[in-house]
């Protein structure tokens, strides 16, 4: 079983919860209390701030490392959950060394992956940790308030933060519209489980304030903005939610429901409209006068990688390589969706195959299946771990989204804390004495 946390005492106050942190040097519980609210900060930054993301992330290892118990996290680090993520990062440095990309690609191609190191360290913390669900509160808290932003933008284009001639997108107060679409998405689909367990219990109130929240996120993606793979995603992620949670009965009544909503929407809205639309005119624009649009630009790169893995299938042609065989395929003028070149082909899959081969394939997919294999069985907690793998799947089939820094903290922060939680679950339901996984 775990052990319950050293020194534990109740925080009914802002006061207390000061003085505890404040103890921190000798306390171990006011040590471990420090690293949750850390984490809490990063998650509230997240839809914000790269740069708050990546400072809070590096002060909250320096956090737990003092708060580490050695053998049993050396311990952990056997399990597939953590093994397969350092084994991917582990294979893009090594992959670093056939490379043919120069020195300065390489290292950069790196980074991206070098943050599913945290996975095995929030899998640690939040086995032991009973306060996984204030991370997920803050993020949610964070988002609804970004909806309030992206409102306030939608009306007043100027109250956004983003550079001058930066491509802003409507509603986008920070960041980009992919970035938005992917937290709102993701807090939606969320939600729902919570409510319909309010729901079953009677509870009303609660079940309804939640389903306000819910409701908010959906109405700004559908009249101020929303990104095509969140449109792409979001029918699979709802039919997980009425495989997993809801009989068939319910399942009719939730397809009457998605369709009439969807349908309304879709009358009332000339944003989703122009969303939509954009699939056959941007692969149109691409198939007839070879013009770079968001589509054909994703076939094009599509295409090429496929070749690039076809002349090193085995191990790729290591990291950071991407960019320079693009630059050697590339045809005609850089105005030509031919002549585009770029460092990342848009596919998670593509990306892993390019640089490293079959082998960083197997891995990848391992890995995904590993932390999905995580979330079973009923549980707040393991909704969340579910929704964060399956989304990133799914979106990665368009982007490399594990790679990429917003979408791929989410995934981090997302299977690392509940994947912690579920490990916590399962420990304190075994017999005293049992193994464990």
């Given at each position: 079983?775990?052990?319950?946390?050293?020194?534990?005492?109740?925080?009914?106050?802002?006061?207390?919860?000061?003085?505890?942190?404040?103890?921190?040097?000798?306390?171990?519980?006011?040590?471990?209390?420090?690293?949750?609210?850390?984490?809490?900060?990063?998650?509230?930054?997240?839809?914000?701030?790269?740069?708050?993301?990546?400072?809070?992330?590096?002060?909250?290892?320096?956090?737990?490392?003092?708060?580490?118990?050695?053998?049993?996290?050396?311990?952990?680090?056997?399990?597939?959950?953590?093994?397969?993520?350092?084994?991917?990062?582990?294979?893009?440095?090594?992959?670093?060394?056939?490379?043919?990309?120069?020195?300065?690609?390489?290292?950069?191609?790196?980074?991206?992956?070098?943050?599913?190191?945290?996975?095995?360290?929030?899998?640690?913390?939040?086995?032991?940790?009973?306060?996984?669900?204030?991370?997920?509160?803050?993020?949610?808290?964070?988002?609804?308030?970004?909806?309030?932003?992206?409102?306030?933008?939608?009306?007043?284009?100027?109250?956004?933060?983003?550079?001058?001639?930066?491509?802003?997108?409507?509603?986008?107060?920070?960041?980009?519209?992919?970035?938005?679409?992917?937290?709102?998405?993701?807090?939606?689909?969320?939600?729902?489980?919570?409510?319909?367990?309010?729901?079953?219990?009677?509870?009303?109130?609660?079940?309804?304030?939640?389903?306000?929240?819910?409701?908010?996120?959906?109405?700004?993606?559908?009249?101020?903005?929303?990104?095509?793979?969140?449109?792409?995603?979001?029918?699979?992620?709802?039919?997980?939610?009425?495989?997993?949670?809801?009989?068939?009965?319910?399942?009719?009544?939730?397809?009457?429901?998605?369709?009439?909503?969807?349908?309304?929407?879709?009358?009332?809205?000339?944003?989703?409209?122009?969303?939509?639309?954009?699939?056959?005119?941007?692969?149109?624009?691409?198939?007839?006068?070879?013009?770079?649009?968001?589509?054909?630009?994703?076939?094009?790169?599509?295409?090429?990688?496929?070749?690039?893995?076809?002349?090193?299938?085995?191990?790729?042609?290591?990291?950071?390589?991407?960019?320079?065989?693009?630059?050697?395929?590339?045809?005609?003028?850089?105005?030509?969706?031919?002549?585009?070149?770029?460092?990342?082909?848009?596919?998670?899959?593509?990306?892993?195959?390019?640089?490293?081969?079959?082998?960083?394939?197997?891995?990848?997919?391992?890995?995904?299946?590993?932390?999905?294999?995580?979330?079973?069985?009923?549980?707040?907690?393991?909704?969340?771990g579910l929704m964060v793998v399956l989304q990133n799947v799914?979106?990665?089939?368009?982007?490399?989204?594990?790679?990429?820094?917003?979408?791929?903290?989410?995934?981090?922060?997302?299977?690392?804390?509940?994947?912690?939680?579920?490990?916590?679950?399962?420990?304190?339901?075994?017999?005293?004495?049992?193994?464990?996984?």
């Amino acid at each position: 079983m775990i052990a319950p946390e050293p020194g534990r005492r109740e925080i009914n106050s802002i006061g207390s919860m000061l003085r505890v942190m404040a103890s921190a040097r000798h306390d171990p519980f006011a040590r471990a209390l420090n690293v949750d609210l850390v984490a809490v900060l990063v998650a509230f930054l997240l839809p914000w701030s790269t740069s708050g993301v990546g400072i809070g992330m590096l002060i909250w290892l320096a956090a737990l490392v003092p708060t580490l118990e050695r053998r049993p996290f050396l311990r952990s680090l056997r399990q597939p959950i953590c093994a397969l993520p350092i084994a991917l990062v582990v294979l893009a440095a090594v992959g670093m060394l056939w490379s043919e990309a120069p020195w300065s690609a390489r290292l950069p191609a790196l980074s991206p992956a070098t943050k599913l190191l945290f996975l095995p360290l929030l899998f640690h913390h939040f086995e032991r940790s009973t306060r996984g669900m204030w991370v997920f509160i803050a993020f949610l808290a964070s988002c609804t308030l970004m909806t309030a932003a992206s409102w306030l933008v939608a009306i007043e284009p100027g109250l956004t933060l983003k550079a001058p001639g930066e491509p802003e997108g409507r509603g986008i107060f920070v960041k980009n519209y992919i970035d938005q679409s992917q937290e709102f998405l993701l807090c939606t689909l969320v939600l729902a489980y919570p409510i319909i367990r309010l729901l079953r219990v009677g509870n009303i109130r609660h079940a309804l304030l939640l389903a306000l929240v819910a409701a908010n996120f959906v109405v700004n993606m559908v009249f101020v903005v929303v990104s095509r793979t969140a449109l792409v995603t979001l029918p699979v992620m709802l039919a997980a939610f009425a495989i997993k949670h809801l009989r068939w009965r319910a399942n009719l009544l939730l397809i009457a429901a998605a369709v009439t909503l969807g349908a309304l929407a879709w009358t009332q809205s000339a944003q989703l409209q122009a969303t939509v639309e954009t699939f056959t005119r941007d692969y149109r624009i691409y198939k007839e006068w070879n013009q770079p649009t968001s589509i054909g630009l994703r076939l094009e790169f599509w295409e090429k990688s496929l070749r690039f893995f076809a002349e090193a299938p085995v191990f790729g042609h290591g990291t950071g390589s991407t960019r320079g065989l693009f630059e050697a395929a590339a045809t005609g003028p850089s105005s030509l969706a031919q002549g585009q070149v770029i460092g990342n082909p848009h596919n998670q899959t593509l990306s892993v195959a390019v640089q490293w081969g079959m082998i960083g394939v197997v891995i990848l997919y391992a890995m995904w299946w590993a932390h999905f294999a995580m979330f079973r069985g009923p549980g707040l907690a393991v909704w969340i771990g579910l929704m964060v793998v399956l989304q990133n799947v799914l979106s990665s089939l368009f982007n490399s989204h594990l790679f990429d820094f917003h979408e791929g903290w989410m995934y981090v922060l997302g299977v690392g804390i509940a994947g912690g939680m579920v490990l916590r679950a399962g420990s304190e339901a075994r017999p005293f004495g049992t193994a464990g996984p």
